[in-house]
């Protein structure tokens, strides 16, 4: 099993940034894909940035793009999301989710193909 802890989340202006992180830890011999997705209220989750820690290579929605950046954190098998230039329409609950690493993203921008969430974390972005 793999736990993911978040953290980083808060209430920010429109324009400013936010940096989210996740740790995983317990069954973490393995490199993980590591990935941040997102849920607003109303709405289904919807896939933001993930990467793949064993290749060093990333994909991001199109509505992130430019904005968001995501990469290796400090230890192994964590992320961090950097936020530039929030949006209020980027206010939701962001989970992270992991799975084991095979190297390539093409399908790493689906929900289903992570077995490990965390708990969530909380952005709000006040206009």
């Known amino acids: 099993q793999v736990q993911l802890v978040e953290s980083g989340g808060g209430l920010v202006q429109t324009g400013g940034s936010l940096r989210l992180s996740c740790a995983a830890s317990g069954r973490t011999f393995s490199t993980l894909a590591m990935a941040w997705f997102r849920q607003a209220p109303g709405k289904e989750r919807e896939f933001v940035a993930a990467?793949?820690?064993?290749?060093?290579?990333?994909v991001y929605a199109d509505s992130v793009k430019g904005r968001f950046t995501i990469s290796g954190g400090t230890t192994r098998n964590s992320v961090d999301l950097q936020m530039k230039s929030l949006k209020p329409e980027d206010t939701a609950v962001y989970y992270c989710a992991a799975d084991d690493d095979y190297g390539s993203t093409w399908y790493l921008d689906r929900g289903e193909e992570y077995e490990f969430w965390g708990q969530g974390t909380q952005v709000t972005v006040s206009s």
């Open positions: 990467i793949s820690l064993s290749a060093g290579s990333t």
